[in-house]
């Protein structure tokens, strides 16, 4: 007997990898998904992918968003893709990376399996809108 | 065990062949099936019952700790070098850290998690954040689950954090074995605010900051009410305990009592047993680390005290019970809205109350008496069978 509502909310982890310490990116998103109704979890500054990889697969997030200025996404988010594969969690997790990203990276990261790169610029509700849709349903 | 006289519970929601795997996977070891229980727990996803249940036989090894207190006490903070702490020791650790989220949009931002930099990349730790979804007393309900799927896993400690604002928190905290209730310095208001409802449920009261102007007064403050306490509720035990008030004049405040408490439970039951437990009051300094290790110790404690005395079947006998209390009530609140619903939904009924066509003691009776005409029924067909 279970009469009781689903609550169904979507969780995003926000996540900085690696040296970049700039950050006010990542709290205006984190606080744009909240205003979304999201449930955001911010990994907090200079992270390595492995301990992204575990704050995603512990929170069972849906939605990992990487945060990158410094350029280095090549070498982190092929670590932390890995790793989530490592966890069984790669495949529904929805991956995201925002940042300055050169065109032909960008093809190489969406290769490795990130579904969407969103360069400086880029509407917060268009973002909203990409996961909104794109959120992999799960059993 | 279920004696021939009581009835049998035949009735355990049955597991879907998905989720049955899923326990297997969760008893097993697999963190991504731990992660995913979690959330079927915190969605209620169909099924998530069957999942609490057959988790059920696994649990009762974990020592559960609660930790509450006011936003920027530390907690966060705390609860990390506390699992440090207890991983240094060899124990493996699960925490649960519950933020509010917003009553408008549903969204929460769960900060908890930045502050956990001694564990990152140790998957011996499991942190987990839950949001207060708006549920109306169901948190309690699904972090008391979480809690179940941490332990059924096979973690040796389980911390609960929760900022203590609210019956909501009060109640979240109350389903630990051990809580602690963080202060800061300074905060002679604050304490003054702990006093209703959240002071009853301290077992160890932790002034953080305690390198911080007013630490002492803030301690001195808190050692004045646990006692006043004391002597309000319990008369009985002011000879063997009473060395707490004099510890609080040296620097190290409570050391006496704890070293009483290890006595008194390693007494095992020497005449001891009547004896209550009396909070402590410790110091730390969650930055540095400084006191954690007296704050397990007093934890330590605590658990040997509730073990010693038998007061950990009591603790738990009356957890279990609100528990079933609080499901029952949910269950059947669900069966009268859905009755509301069929009716014409609240809105209807209430209109008809103020036209006078009816009353609400009148519309009350015609919901519930059907459902009550069916448990009846049912009990006099069981009557029969037997």
Redesign the interface.
Known sequence: MSAEQQERAVRCLVAKVGLDGHDRGAHVIARAFRDAGFEVVYSGLHRAPEDIVQAAVQEDVDVLGISILSGAHNTLVPKVIEGLKEYDAFDDTLVLVGGIVPDEDETELKELGVAEVFGPGTPMEETIEFIRNNVPERA | MAGPDAPAFADA?TLSD?DAALVEDLLSG???AL??V??KI?????GY?AIVSALHEHTGGADVIGITGSPGAGKSTLVDKLAAAYRERGDTVGVIAVDP??PY???????D???M?SN????DV????M?A???LG?LSTATADAVKALDAFGKDVVVLETVGAGQNEVDVVRTADTVAVLVQPGSGDDVQTLKAGILEIGDVFVVNKADMDGAQRTVAELEEMVHRREGGTTGRNAGHHGATSTASTGGGPTKGSRDDDHAAAEGGGSGDAGDSWTPEVLETVANSGEGVGSLIEAFDAHAAYLRESGEIETTERRRYAEEIRTLVR??VG??A??EIERRGGIDRLAERVRDRETDPYAVAEAIVGPIADCVDGERADGDRDA
């Open positions: 929601p998905a697999s963190h991504r992660a995913r979690i959330t915190e969605n209620r996803t169909p019952r989220s917003s949009t549903g969204g929460a931002v769960l900060g998690r930045i502050r930099g990152v990349g140790d998957m499991f942190f987990r954040s949001s979804r708006g549920q169901g949910a269950d669900a069966l809205t859905a």
